[in-house]
């Protein structure tokens, strides 16, 4: 239940450090509270032991501490689980756990949690159950954070690696992405090192420039999904406002400041994207900077069309994956073929959301696969991202369109 009282859950060590002075009380305090909400996960004041016991009550009467609260929790039987979490405000995000299949002492060696940024996106990637929310609003820094805690929690292992991957488009919530990042990296919390998290983008190169810029210590993920402009713009309309040349111009400048390597992500599409010209034009792409390309077979839930295109949408015969992603170590491309996670959950990013929110009445029209209205709801809008302030105009809706799960 939301209160008016400020919520300190997802403040920096300074913000809180500034809400104690504010409040007449002594700086150190504000570190205080900071182990206590982001490492211990405290959901009262009163589980802070080492305030005094008045301080505790008044604390409480001033303040609160909200966290996302885990509502519903899909398994498996690979061992991913799937969570939707609601917000303050009513709102559904989903934030997915994969463990690795390769193990050490009976525990998965690496355990992966993808972590939404939006509620909603604004992308509309023709693939993605997400996009047919629209864009409701960015998360803050402590919904975002508040996922790996509500997740760990939850967790009898300790979760190694974090994806900014789920609902969103993280270099569109930047300020926010980058301030949960330094909730999960700082020595207080120390829940996740800068170097096993992935920002994982639809090529918004100008955030990509200025991840590099700022000098940011955690790694970079790019999706492609497609070698030529003409295909990526019908899966991706983003490809208007950054084609292929400005995306791997972006991915130059990234390597040049930080020399650290990129991460491609392709998802292959059955008959799209799949055929030895895209291998060659891949490598010639990718290859431009040092990387690896993920290649992540299509999850395909219900119709799927892209845009303009009288084709579904599916994932090709796992031999063809195979090939297609040999064809490219053939050529000196180093590759890592993702398995389809989740594949008996809903596990594509937005479709457990999506789904939650049609019943909640939180989406009010019904998308038509491939209908004349939706090509041209497209026609003279491409590249126009919509921002957070303007996603309060809701529309679309639950289809059966589905996102790719690139979760690694
Ligand atoms: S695939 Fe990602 S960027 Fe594209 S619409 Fe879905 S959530 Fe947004």
Known sequence: MKTNTPNLFGLSVAELQDVCEGAGLPRFRGEQLFYWLHNRGVETFDECMNLPKTLRAELATSFRIAHPEAVTEQHSTDGTRKFLLRLEDGRNIETVLIPSESEEAGQPKRLTICVSTQVGCPLDCRFCATA????????????????????????????TNLVFMGMGEPMLNYENVMAAAELLTHEKTAAIAASHITLSTAGLADGIRRMADEGRKIKLAISLHATTDELRLRLMPINKKYPLAEIIDAAEYYHRLTRRRITWEYILFDGLNDGVDDVRRLAKLTRRVPSKVNIIPFHPIGAAYPDGMPMQLLSPPRAHIEEFAQRLRDVHVTVMLRSSSGRDIDAACGQL???????????????????????????????????ADAAGKEASTPSGLDRHNPHP
Not at 355 to 383: F, I, L, V, Y
């Open 353 to 387: 959301a999506v789904r939650e929110g049609a019943r909640e009445g939180q989406t009010r029209r019904t998308r038509a696969p491939h209908s004349d209205k939706h090509s041209e709801k497209h026609s003279d809008k491409r590249g126009d991202i919509p921002t």
């Open 132 to 159: 047919s929310m629209k864009l409701k609003r960015n998360l803050t820094p402590g919904e975002i954070f508040g996922q790996y805690l509500a997740v760990q929690k939850r967790s009898a292992s300790r979760v």
